[in-house]
């Protein structure tokens, strides 16, 4: 069984983002790191290799820095690496999700796992998009996954509360907050990473036309200042706080 | 706030990949699971064993070494290792210090093929702890005079004598000591267990109060014939295992100070007095720049060391020198970062003044702040200057 | 413009924004179709003003969750921009409409011009995108973040039968964990500190935090006073840093140890019945009361929400 997991590479969430020229400015990134949410995917990825044997192969699709990701998956023991070379800039959603659906393909996985949503973007369409494109069952919010003869069973988060599914191949599961943080690379590990090699493909390797953007990107732009702390007397003020904690900071 | 490594000249990025990663994988460590128990660990008194096995895990003891089950790292991989462990504890990379390069060393570079094949493997796994006794009660700058004596009884050694301050001793499996046999040093390979040998813990220490510090007492102690280190007479021995444990120790140092650094930091920019943060205030940025230039000068040192040593360019005193200036700004930047601190510096919920107590054990051992002045001081003048007896 | 709605539903009830949807969807000129998956909510949905027509979609795949086959018996319905709301089930469903119909997606707008110019946050709102799409495309949008059409439209109802194979089988059910949550990784947290009084008036903490599904942390004079209050919930220098979307402390005056634990949240709400507390020096929202009366108004209004 080969398994795929999709994987990207993110300034990391405690580095500062900083908007130059209505962009925001990646030199000014201090550290990028692979996306939280892949990484319990990169986990339960190899938890299911370890369990029933079979490749995992690691993607990513990114400009060249990116690579460093995929050597962070083969230290902790992903079999294989492959990048899709492509600065994403000028790519919509469906440029992205048709290249890591044709590289998929490729290495013939029967299941994929990533993240929910990745850590820049906060989007959450790759995988569910990837899994329309293969004709993969699509399960999110996932929080844990294991094999059970020839299919899964796997923990995730429904509209209906917390539920244990079964699915069978080929499908893809999306992964939100999961049981087990992705384990640390050893010393051992380190040292084969350096030895994998990364394939590198370009969109036209994987037969991918690359249709122009039908979204284009006009700019970015810092958040909105906050408003200075305000301070109420009583608790006669609380409904206007509650209030103003939903309409005005937008965080309930 | 996550920790802020301090690296002004961007000295990492000399670092190879694969340093980088070594790096982000004991800084990962430190941070799950050095640092949210480093405290209590200190009021208790103990090492946490499962430090052990993950340092074990994630196969960093021994780095350098390489065979017999080792990691084969470069010495820049092993001094990055010791500043990530340090930034947690000086008792943690004590520990790491000791096992690697005090005892797997002697065994890796002295040891026959036999003692290798059977200590190392165990060893780097963690699996067994090692301890290093070289220093007496009454010889510590002058280890040449010891008294412990061997005495060879035809089938087995008699093992006479005390060690002092011996890290990891009494939760040691396998003690290299070093000991005098016809009047020449050799090394011996003590096993936990062994007839007439006891290793009680030193108690009482404001120092390394999670780290396990211990006597070693021999007393008609019976060694087997096969355990002597038959690569090495003489002090060479222990000073060839103390170059590479100070080499470690002046990047650990490096470690301390940017914890300490980073908390005084942190701290005088959300410390308001006078309705101003005290990081605003010119005393304090004084303080802060200084302890920004010592580390960005002690980071360069340690990494042209780390060159020179993987070059194998390097002589004992460019050792001494890293190892004498780095603890020493190390100490005094811990001291600083107490000062800009105030009383909040002498609460456990701050590293700060941990570190501080932690640098002044690490200032003595391994050579002396003091000694490793001598021994510039001989290799500038060509004089010795530790006895009163010139020759 | 063509624009159809995925309305959002919760058991059997359709969700309040989809209210916010339609508004949003007749502020770019649209006079949308509200699709309701399962046919949940279509009499609500008919009655929101600004509404062109109502798709009651029926068919065996609603019965449980399989976003897959959601989109493929839905997508179908759906003509020209295709909206829904950003709850996560929502955003998977509208991610496979959107590659089965071959458009581009942009999730969690917080913003819609017509042309139709699209804002949202990224990198955890510490950034705003604004985009512009040229032709038909999915559009997720975050909940409060538009206003709401109202009531008192009279839109046709149409049902149609469409269902598609359910790949994700429901196994178990299970009731929501009861267990805590861990205040490092709530994105809602309320905390405790000494003013709090007694260690078992943490109990008006959990019922509000079980409204709001939010995590209950403690100050370390809290931990350190009392037993029954753990070390894991304490907050600060040698507990937890916190960096939550909403952080409300209650009856924590606002030791610089406290303060390192918790300053990055996004929002934070001081509750101290002393005015100078150092707590309101960093809080957006103080509010200045004991918190026997602050609490049970508290719960109360994040109650209505």
């Known amino acids: 069984m080969t398994i795929a997991v999709l994987l990207k590479q993110v300034p990391d969430t405690t580095a500062k983002i900083t908007v130059s020229g209505g962009r925001v400015d990646e030199g000014a990134v201090s550290k990028w790191s692979m996306s939280p949410y892949d990484e319990y995917a990169l986990e339960y990825a190899l938890q299911l290799k370890e369990g029933g044997g079979g490749d995992l192969v690691a993607i990513t699709c990114g400009p060249a820095r990116a690579s460093k990701i995929l050597t962070d998956a083969a230290a902790v023991g992903a079999d294989s690496l492959v990048h899709i070379v492509s600065d994403d800039s000028g790519m919509d959603s469906s440029n992205v999700q048709n290249l890591l659906a044709s590289a998929i393909r490729k290495t013939g996985a029967e299941v994929v796992l990533c993240g929910k949503q990745a850590a820049d973007t906060n989007s959450g369409s790759t995988g569910p998009g990837v899994a329309s494109i293969l004709g993969f069952t699509c399960v999110g919010m996932v929080s844990e996954v294991s094999m059970e003869g020839d299919g899964f069973v796997a923990m995730r988060t429904s509209p209906s509360g917390n539920e244990k599914v079964s699915v069978s191949k080929p499908c893809l599961f999306a992964f939100d907050k999961a049981a087990t943080e992705m384990r640390r690379p050893n010393v051992r590990g380190i040292m084969m990473a350096k030895k994998k090699a990364v394939e590198s493909l370009t969109p036209a390797d994987l037969g991918v036309t690359m249709e122009g953007s039908r979204v284009s990107l006009e700019s970015h732009s810092a958040p909105a200042e906050k408003p200075p702390g305000q301070k109420f007397e009583g608790a006669a003020s609380v409904p206007t706080v509650v209030s103003k904690l939903r309409d005005e900071a937008n965080v309930i | 706030m996550p920790y802020d490594a301090l690296d002004f000249y961007d000295v990492d990025s000399l670092l190879t990949e694969e340093e980088r990663m070594v790096r982000d994988m004991v800084r990962d460590f430190v941070d799950n699971e050095v640092l949210p128990k480093i405290e209590q660990a200190c009021r208790d008194g103990v090492f946490p064993d499962e430090w052990r096995v993950e340092l074990g895990n994630m196969g960093v003891l021994g780095a350098p070494l390489k065979g017999y089950g080792c990691p084969g790292l470069s010495y820049t991989a092993y001094g990055v290792i010791c500043r990530e462990l340090e930034r947690g504890d000086s008792g943690l990379r004590s520990f790491a210090s000791v096992q690697g390069s005090l005892a797997m060393y002697p065994i890796w570079d002295f040891g026959s093929e036999e003692q290798k094949n059977y200590y190392l493997p165990k060893m780097a796994s963690g699996e067994w702890i090692g301890c290093f006794g070289l220093t007496e009660p009454d010889y510590g700058s002058n280890p040449g005079d010891m008294i412990t004596r061997a005495e060879d009884m035809g089938d087995h050694y008699l093992l006479n004598g005390a060690k002092m301050w011996i890290t990891n001793g009494t939760i040691a499996q396998v003690a290299v000591v070093w000991a005098k046999l016809d009047g020449v040093i050799r090394g011996f390979i003590v096993e936990d267990g062994d007839e007439g040998f006891t290793a009680p813990e030193m108690k009482g220490k404001h120092s390394l109060k999670a780290s396990v510090t211990s006597e070693l007492v021999f007393q008609d102690c019976k060694i087997p014939k096969d355990r002597i280190l038959p690569g090495v007479k003489g002090l060479r021995g222990p000073f060839s295992c103390l170059n590479n444990a100070r080499y470690g120790i002046s990047w650990g140092a490096i470690g301390a100070a940017q914890a300490c650094f980073d908390s005084a930091k942190e701290y005088s920019l959300s410390r308001i007095q006078f309705d101003h943060p005290i990081a605003s205030y010119q005393l304090v940025q004084n303080k802060l720049s200084w302890m920004l230039r010592e580390i960005t000068k002690a980071q360069l040192l340690a990494y042209h060391l780390s060159q020179k040593k993987d070059a194998g360019t390097w002589i004992p005193e460019h050792i001494s020198l890293a190892k004498m200036n780095n603890v020493d700004i190390a100490l005094e930047i811990a001291r600083a970062a107490r000062d800009i601190h105030g009383a909040n510096g002498i609460l456990d919920e701050y590293p700060v003044m941990r570190h501080m107590a932690n640098l002044e054990s690490v200032k003595t051992y391994e050579g002396t702040h003091d000694i490793h002045n001598l021994i510039l001081g001989r290799h500038i003048t060509g004089i010795q200057a530790f006895t009163r007896t010139l020759e | ?305």
């Open chain 3, 1 to 305: 413009m063509e624009v159809t709605i995925i309305a959002e539903t919760t058991g059997n009830e359709l969700h309040p924004v989809t209210a916010q949807l339609v508004g949003a969807a007749c502020s770019i000129g649209g006079t949308p179709t509200v699709i309701c998956p399962g046919g949940v909510g279509a009499t609500e949905a008919s009655s929101i003003s600004g509404v062109g027509k109502v798709v009651s979609a029926e068919g065996e795949c609603f019965g449980s969750f399989d976003s897959g086959a959601w989109a493929s018996a839905l997508s179908p319905l759906c003509e020209g921009v295709v909206m829904a709301s950003s709850s996560a089930h929502s955003r998977e469903v509208l991610a496979q409409v959107a590659a089965i119909r071959n458009i581009p997606i942009i999730q969690d707008a917080t913003g819609l011009e017509s042309g139709i110019r699209v804002t949202r946050p990224i990198y955890s709102g510490k950034a705003i995108e604004t985009s512009v799409a040229s032709g038909p495309c999915a559009i997720s949008i975050r909940q409060n973040a538009f206003e709401a059409s109202g009531s008192g439209g009279n839109a046709d109802i149409s049902t149609v039968n469409n269902t598609s194979d359910v790949g994700v089988a429901v196994r178990e059910a299970l009731a929501k964990a009861s267990e805590r949550l861990d205040v490092a990784e709530a994105d809602i947290i309320i905390s405790g500190g000494r003013g709090m009084g007694d260690p078992s008036n943490f109990s008006h903490l959990y019922e509000i935090a079980d409204i709001v599904g939010a995590a209950v942390g403690a100050s370390r004079a809290a931990v350190d006073t009392w037993d029954d209050i753990p070390h894991d919930m304490q907050v600060g220098q040698t507990g937890k840093t916190v960096n939550p979307s909403l952080y409300i402390a209650v009856g924590i005056s606002g030791a610089i140890q406290h303060l390192a634990g918790m300053r990055s949240s996004k929002y934070i709400v001081a509750i101290n019945k002393d005015p100078d507390a150092p707590i309101f020096s960093v809080a957006d929202y103080g509010i200045v009361s004991t918190w026997e009366e602050a609490l049970p108004a508290l719960r109360d209004e994040f109650g209505k929400l």
